[in-house]
């Protein structure tokens, strides 16, 4: 029988992770409130989520539109954060929910955003910055254009860039991907777009979040290190 996280166990974790990520923001000439800890709470039950609440979590990330559809009513207080694929039917799920959507790499989906929206959708652009095929996301030669093509859109605003790095055994074998989104970022907002800003990066996990922090993440998206292992089977 698989049990889920109690609220002390949750507290402990966060205690670790708060002390990463400031240590790591600091490294980097930065502060702690220069980085925004996104709990990645798929899988996860309400009372689960109700206690890392309580602790002071305020930003839920979830991959599956659904899912964020339906736990939504039974917070208040929260900003929601669309991570994972996002496929153009499942747009209404999240539309007028979520505060960012992270997962945008295909011209087709920002439009169908903009059409439906009926203010502007603060998105990233999601880089497939290790040429992954098993992962989603535009190839980083192809960001800037897309990010061009965005900016064009009526209800769309570009907040930054978004990765998945490989799961690696030594984070450091990440630092170069990083490194690599940073400059992408940095390149993109060289070229003042309308409606564009790289004030964004959505980059580290788990596994890599303090490098990533070192190399410019603003956003970092932990599950596994909040709420210990997922159960998948549910
Ligand atoms: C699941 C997930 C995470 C969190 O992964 P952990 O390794 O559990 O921290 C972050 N980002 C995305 C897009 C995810 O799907």
Redesign the pocket.
């Known amino acids: 029988m698989f049990m889920s996280s109690t609220k002390q166990e949750i507290a402990l974790r966060l205690e670790a992770v708060e002390g990463k990520i400031k240590a790591a923001a600091e490294r980097s000439g930065r502060k702690r409130e220069d980085i925004l800890l996104l709990a990645?709470t798929?899988t996860m039950d309400i009372p689960v989520m109700k206690a890392a609440q309580e602790l002071g979590l305020t930003h839920f990330g979830e991959?599956k539109p659904q899912e964020i559809n339906r736990k939504y009513p039974e917070f208040e207080g929260i900003s929601w954060h669309q991570?994972?694929h996002l496929q153009t039917n499942k747009i209404k799920y999240i539309l007028d929910k979520v505060c960012l959507i992270h997962s945008v790499d295909s011209l087709h989906l920002g439009e169908e955003i903009s059409k439906r929206a009926q203010k502007p959708a603060d998105i990233l652009v999601e880089v497939n910055i290790s040429g992954d095929e098993a992962k989603h996301g535009i190839k980083p030669e192809e960001a800037d254009t897309l990010v061009s093509e965005l900016s064009k859109l009526e209800n769309i605003r570009v907040k930054g860039l978004m990765t998945?790095a490989p799961f690696v055994q030594n984070p450091e074998e990440n630092r170069r991907f990083f490194k690599k989104m940073y400059e992408l970022s940095v390149d993109i907002q060289s070229k003042n777009y309308d409606n564009v800003t790289m004030e964004h990066l959505s980059m580290g996990?788990?596994?890599d979040y303090e490098v990533a922090i070192e190399e410019g993440a603003t956003i970092v998206?932990?599950?596994?290190?909040l709420f210990g292992a997922r159960d998948y089977s549910k």
């Open positions: 990645v798929k991959n991570i994972g998945v996990m788990t596994n998206r932990i599950g596994t290190g």
